[in-house]
């Protein structure tokens, strides 16, 4: 109940940072007062209590001891105020009354405390602009704060974080009395010499920063907490983190909301809250496994790979060598066409279990030119559109005798093309593939053909079927036997996770030669999606290279690890289930690998309750099925767990 009233009275006075500049030009004073924490500085945790979990994790591997430091420092805090003469006490107070711990780990722990609160400390970039017009205007700067921190480490925070210019300094425990009191607004209305009616003071607590000031006459003006949290804030994931002492997420999830640039569109705030700490912990995760396996070689498979290589290079700083290469499913399985044996083995290089795959598009598959296609069918007397499914076993084996010399010619072709495009960038010896992921069919075909490598898979995701050809390699967030939880979330929508690293050129078709500059190069397919969805996605990738940036510097000084379940807290919201605002973001979008099909459903719920086949046909086919749901049904419903149960329906 009292936090139920403390909310209500903060909304009720509260007021949003935009709006104080002109409250403190309509208030005639001469003073401006600021609070420190969550006014002019940030912490990058969600609670400041976080920060003790950060200093027990470096505690205990400091020395190799199970402690319970968070706790500890939890309760000295009350002890030295218990034990105190005054209002207020010093980190020095609280660290001669911490229990459990011998001298030297004191102090430890002290230096250790100051040293992360410099480090997750930086500015508040909206009140930073409301300082700097103050200074600008020149209104008198004091800041006031109720903190146990020394002096020398405030003002080295403030400073830290572009502070200057301020006429005094104020803090409680310095003084022995606490804003909360009163107490320290009567000493620096005593120091300044100045009438309260002549101060502002802005500050985010209710009876510290506000209440407290207007006992004292002083304008006081109570900022929102919080005035704007992460889009996609996974709140249930936090209550976890916290009940198993971590606190990796709330760093993450705090920085981004601290660092995130208020004017990103929807696009935008995908990329630097869910997809940026995505592939910070890919990257990192790949550059441990690179260096455990002793690959020294890494080559991103385009178009995804274009995007992961980008974020890569951003961790790991040009330290390991890596190529970008241009290969698709169609285009490694063309040099592998000539072992077939009948067409079902055909059928399987290609790799499709697609329902509708007509002869037409096979052919076209394999790369035969339309007069060779159109020669085929005469001779075959079949028809493009018949479905190789249904032809009988003598006319598949009529048209593979048809095939066979074309098809020797042109696999043959382009098993010498693409051994001589990958050789141009050192394709050779032990090496990693790296992929968004998924059946690894791409590291299966270049395995085939550079049989004499030993090639890794280093994916994002993977889902291994019974029939694929097993080859070495790993994932970075789920597999068949890891995480299933997030692979639950992330394959009820594969095309839209998919779509966030898709480079927006076309996709490779196949490999030719280039007589006059002596060159191999892949033969690229046209762009698949429309210049303003292109558009969007380079924005959304901007932003999420954007975040990898501006985290790097805090994440290595935390030693932050981005395990998979911290990396995808905020895809988990995004997705499961996702929102009407997600709907209508994607509706414009279209995936085209297989059969061109709208991301979200192409007909309102009304419509497929009178045609169930259809809804069922455009379901099935649906590589965004939670998407799909979600824009059929409109309601809150636990798409993902509803698509693990329909599975068995999915011909995908």
């Known amino acids: 109940m009292r936090k139920i009233i403390k909310k209500i009275f903060s909304n009720l006075k509260s007021v949003r940072t935009s709006t104080l500049i002109s409250i403190i030009r309509k208030s005639n004073c001469q003073l401006v007062s600021f609070d420190i924490f969550d006014t002019l500085i940030k912490r990058n945790v969600n609670t400041s209590s976080d920060v003790y979990l950060i200093l027990e994790n470096n505690y205990q591997k400091f020395f190799n001891k199970k402690t319970p430091i968070s706790k500890l420092r939890i309760d000295a805090e009350k002890i030295a105020n218990k034990l105190s003469e005054h209002e207020d006490v010093s980190l020095e107070d609280i660290y001669n009354v911490f229990p459990e711990v011998n001298e030297n780990e004191k102090e430890w722990l002290k230096k250790e405390e100051i040293r992360l609160e410099k480090i997750i400390c930086q500015v508040n970039y909206k009140m930073m602009k409301v300082y700097q017009w103050c200074k600008e205007n020149n209104y008198r700067i004091i800041i006031t704060s109720d903190m146990y921190l020394p002096r020398k480490v405030i003002e080295e925070i403030l400073t830290n974080a572009g502070y200057s210019g301020w006429h005094s300094l104020y803090i409680s425990n310095e003084y022995g009395v606490r804003k909360s009191s009163g107490n320290l607004f009567s000493v620096v209305l005593n120091k300044e010499k100045i009438n309260p009616e002549k101060v502002i003071h802005i500050g985010d607590a209710e009876k510290g920063d506000y209440i407290s000031a207007k006992n004292k006459g002083i304008n006081a003006v109570l900022i929102k907490q919080d005035e704007d949290n992460t889009e996609f804030f996974n709140k249930k994931y936090l209550l976890y983190e916290r009940n198993k002492h971590n606190y990796e997420y709330s760093v993450i999830n705090s920085f981004i909301k601290n660092n995130i640039n208020i004017s990103y569109n929807y696009y935008e705030k995908i990329g630097y809250e869910i997809v940026g700490p995505i592939l910070y912990g890919y990257s990192l995760w790949l550059k441990g496994r690179a260096e455990k396996r002793n690959i020294n070689k890494l080559f991103f498979l385009a178009r995804e790979g274009s995007f992961l290589r980008k974020a890569f290079n951003i961790i790991d700083g040009g330290h390991t060598y890596n190529?970008?290469?241009?290969?698709?499913?169609?285009?490694?399985?063309?040099?592998?066409?000539?072992?077939?044996?009948?067409?079902?083995?055909?059928?399987?290089?290609?790799?499709?279990?697609?329902?509708?795959?007509?002869?037409?598009?096979?052919?076209?598959?394999?790369?035969?030119?339309?007069?060779?296609?159109?020669?085929?069918?005469?001779?075959?007397?079949?028809?493009?559109?018949?479905?190789?499914?249904?032809?009988?076993?003598?006319?598949?084996?009529?048209?593979?005798?048809?095939?066979?010399?074309?098809?020797?010619?042109?696999?043959?072709?382009?098993?010498?093309?693409?051994?001589?495009?990958?050789?141009?960038?050192?394709?050779?010896?032990?090496?990693?593939?790296?992929?968004?992921?998924?059946?690894?069919?791409?590291?299966?075909?270049?395995?085939?053909?550079?049989?004499?490598?030993?090639?890794?898979?280093?994916?994002?995701?993977?889902?291994?079927?019974?029939?694929?050809?097993?080859?070495?390699?790993?994932?970075?967030?789920?597999?068949?036997?890891?995480?299933?939880?997030?692979?639950?979330?992330?394959?009820?929508?594969?095309?839209?996770?998919?779509?966030?690293?898709?480079?927006?050129?076309?996709?490779?078709?196949?490999?030719?030669?280039?007589?006059?500059?002596?060159?191999?190069?892949?033969?690229?397919?046209?762009?698949?999606?429309?210049?303003?969805?292109?558009?969007?996605?380079?924005?959304?990738?901007?932003?999420?290279?954007?975040?990898?940036?501006?985290?790097?510097?805090?994440?290595?000084?935390?030693?932050?690890?981005l395990t998979p379940y911290v990396s995808t807290a905020a895809y988990s919201s995004f997705i499961n289930p996702p929102s009407l605002k997600t709907i209508n973001a994607l509706k414009n979008f279209s995936f085209l690998n297989v059969v061109s099909h709208s991301l979200v459903a192409e007909h309102n719920i009304f419509f497929y309750m009178v045609r169930p086949r259809i809804f069922m046909a455009e379901f099935l086919n649906s590589g965004s099925k939670a998407i799909f749901l979600k824009s059929v049904f409109k309601i809150q419903l636990p798409y993902v767990k509803l698509i693990k149960l329909m599975r068995k329906f999915d011909r995908s």
């Open 323 to 561: 190529r970008l290469i241009r290969v698709s499913r169609k285009a490694t399985s063309l040099p592998l066409l000539y072992k077939a044996k009948d067409v079902n083995e055909l059928l399987d290089i290609i790799n499709t279990t697609k329902a509708n795959f007509t002869i037409r598009k096979m052919l076209v598959s394999m790369h035969f030119p339309e007069q060779k296609i159109k020669k085929i069918l005469e001779e075959s007397h079949l028809v493009g559109e018949d479905e190789v499914c249904d032809l009988t076993g003598e006319q598949k084996g009529k048209l593979f005798d048809l095939l066979k010399p074309e098809i020797d010619i042109i696999s043959k072709q382009q098993e010498d093309y693409i051994k001589g495009y990958l050789r141009q960038f050192d394709f050779s010896d032990d090496l990693g593939l790296c992929d968004v992921g998924w059946h690894g069919t791409i590291q299966q075909h270049l395995q085939s053909i550079f049989k004499s490598n030993r090639i890794e898979g280093f994916y994002i995701g993977k889902k291994d079927k019974e029939k694929d050809k097993k080859v070495l390699s790993e994932a970075y967030l789920f597999s068949n036997s890891l995480n299933t939880d997030i692979q639950d979330e992330i394959m009820s929508a594969p095309d839209l996770f998919e779509l966030f690293f898709l480079s927006t050129d076309g996709s490779t078709l196949a490999y030719d030669f280039d007589k006059e500059k002596g060159s191999y190069y892949c033969v690229q397919a046209d762009p698949e999606q429309t210049p303003e969805n292109a558009k969007d996605i380079i924005m959304l990738q901007s932003a999420a290279l954007k975040f990898l940036n501006d985290f790097k510097f805090l994440r290595e000084k935390l030693n932050i690890s």
